[in-house]
T-cell receptor, first 116, second 115 residues
């Protein structure tokens, strides 16, 4: 069983809707990530939070808005999405030690998003 | 810049036979190398990593990988494949310097183990 929990597992939304994806971990990790993954492709990094502060934004469109309310929670707010945004959205967490030495990520099972 | 290549989109192997999934990398300085596996409709799972030390790294589920600096390779291996090993495998690299805070994933290799 994964120790990173993502909800919902499936989400269908229209292009005018506002929805949120949620991620929770209780491993004491202080780095959390959002990735986007298309079928049979590698995950693409979207955002990285370190100690609850946004440290990497990979030029993601503003219709995706991340939020890290505390060290255990990570949200991704969605608004006015396009059909091409349909994908599996993966949350991950990791330790932050010695300048990110470990690099080992723990992934959730993902939220499969369909934009109509 | 750092990059990783997985030259095979698909690898098929018979159950009980040894398997190899190939990975080559390019990075400035010392590489930190990883293998992840993704089963259908699941997130990625960490299998093993090379940071420093012994060139042969052992990981989860009987997998191992051999770091070869001269060939800049980090191939994933298993002596005897199981049908349940069928999945999508990703190699990943990050530079050893402290400023590299993200992994670069390869394109993935679909492994199918035939009964």
């Amino acid at each position: 069983d994964t120790e990173v929990t993502q909800t919902p597992k499936h989400l269908v939304m229209g292009m005018t809707n506002k929805k949120s994806l949620k991620c929770e971990q209780h491993m004491g990790h202080r780095a959390m990530y959002w990735y986007k993954q298309k079928a049979k492709k590698p995950p693409e990094l979207m955002f990285v939070y370190s100690y609850e502060k946004l440290s990497i934004n990979e030029s993601v469109p503003s219709r995706f808005s991340p939020e890290c309310p505390n060290s255990s929670l990570l949200n991704l707010h969605l608004h006015a999405l396009q059909p091409e945004d349909s994908a599996l959205y993966l949350c991950a967490s990791s330790q932050v030690d010695l300048g990110w030495v470990t690099g080992e990520l723990f992934f959730g099972e993902g939220s499969r998003l369909t934009v109509l | 810049a750092q990059s990783v290549a997985q030259p095979e989109d698909q690898v098929n192997v018979a159950e009980g036979n040894p398997l190899t999934v190939k990975c080559t990398y390019s990075v400035s300085g010392n590489p930190y190398l990883f293998w992840y596996v993704q089963y259908p409709n699941r997130g990625l799972q960490f299998l093993l990593k090379y940071i420093t030390g012994d060139n042969l790294v052992k990981g989860s589920y009987g997998f191992e990988a051999e770091f070869n600096k001269s060939q800049t390779s980090f191939h994933l291996k298993k002596p005897s494949a199981l049908v349940s090993d069928s999945a999508l495998y990703f190699c990943a690299v990050r530079a050893g310097s402290g400023s590299a805070r993200q992994l670069t994933f390869g394109s993935g290799t679909q492994l199918t183990v035939l009964p």
